[in-house]
């Protein structure tokens, strides 16, 4: 399970930008927004910003159902 995670860390956001070293891997994921901390950084939770999950119910109740949609129409093509 953690190589599945690592596995996507590195393809679907590293690779996607030039990253010279650690250094600059540890910020660009600093200040990335994680849902967990609904649409907050690290940096910013660290900076004493509370994440309010009431204050983005409706945002994320809109990206569940893109979600859904989207994976429904993956599993739809791939049982082609």
Do not use: W
């Amino acid at each position: 399970m953690v190589e599945s995670v690592n596995k996507h860390i590195i393809y679907y956001f590293l690779f996607k930008n030039e990253l010279k070293g650690f250094e600059d891997t540890v910020t660009y994921l600093d200040n990335k927004p994680h849902g967990k901390l609904y649409v907050l950084t690290p940096n910013d939770v660290l900076n004493g910003n509370v994440p309010v999950k009431d204050n983005y119910q409706n945002d994320i109740a809109e990206a569940r159902k893109k979600r859904l949609l989207q994976n429904q129409s993956k599993e739809c093509c791939q049982s082609k």
